[in-house]
């Protein structure tokens, strides 16, 4: 069984203070992001839940994803989300060489640069897994980007967990400022398509502003 942190541990924010764990505001501002599509009906869904919800997201893509479905992409850009690279075939940082990590990096941005209509000067990434080596770290940034990683884990990748539990990790663990993470995959959709509404309605009841990284 895979150890996580739901609610991200404050000395771990401190230890790694160079990637990005949560935006602190005074406006009850938080962050919803979305990990691993672009992906056919799970992502159009999603979008239209942010829709129906007058929210904005950030949406985290897999290079061959954006490859393999680039008009679901574009409308992600068109409906006014931001996008982030999250590596071209979801590699794990810890496990692959710097050399090949950053590469595929690089391979996931220039899909992202060929495919999209509407262009962007934002660099934000986000780990698969989330690990990534110091070493890894340091390159990214210096190539440009901010790594976003994440204050609320809704664990809906975890088939071994209930949907009600998943909404209990988001509405119970969000505070002003937090970044939550989501996945728009097949493999988190049957968490997802319970907890993603629920959640929303809970969050905009509590008056939170659902806002896109930017």
């Known amino acids: 069984m895979n150890f996580y942190w739901i609610k991200t541990n404050p000395l771990i924010k ?3 203070a160079n ?3 949560d935006l602190p505001n005074s406006e009850k501002k938080i962050y919803l992001t979305f990990d ?3 992906t056919p009906e799970v992502t159009e869904w999603v979008l239209s839940v942010l829709k129906s919800y007058q929210a904005k997201a950030t949406f985290f893509c897999i290079g061959d994803n954006i490859r393999k479905y680039p ?3 574009n409308k992600v850009l068109a409906q ?12 794990q940082g810890w496990k692959t060489s710097n050399k090949e990590y950053l590469e595929n990096v690089l391979l996931c941005h220039e899909e992202i640069l060929k495919q999209t209509t509407i262009q962007s000067n934002k660099k934000f990434f986000r780990p698969p897994y989330g690990k990534l080596k110091l070493s890894q770290s340091a390159k990214l940034r210096k190539l440009g980007y901010k790594i976003i990683m994440w204050d609320v884990l809704s664990a809906d990748f975890d088939n071994g967990i209930t949907a009600e539990k998943c909404l209990e990790n988001v509405v119970s663990n969000t505070a002003q400022g937090s970044i939550i993470v989501f ?3 097949k493999k988190a959709f049957q968490n997802l398509e319970y ?3 629920k959640a929303l309605a809970a969050l905009k009841e509590k008056g939170f502003v659902f806002e896109a990284l930017v």
Do not use: K, V, Y
């Open 14 to 16: 401190r230890l790694f």
């Open 19 to 21: 990637q990005i764990w």
């Open 36 to 38: 691993d599509g672009p």
């Open 71 to 73: 008009e679901i992409f």
């Open 80 to 91: 006014g989300h931001s996008i982030g690279n999250h590596t071209f075939n979801h590699l």
């Open 183 to 185: 996945h728009d995959s």
């Open 195 to 197: 907890t993603l509404p």
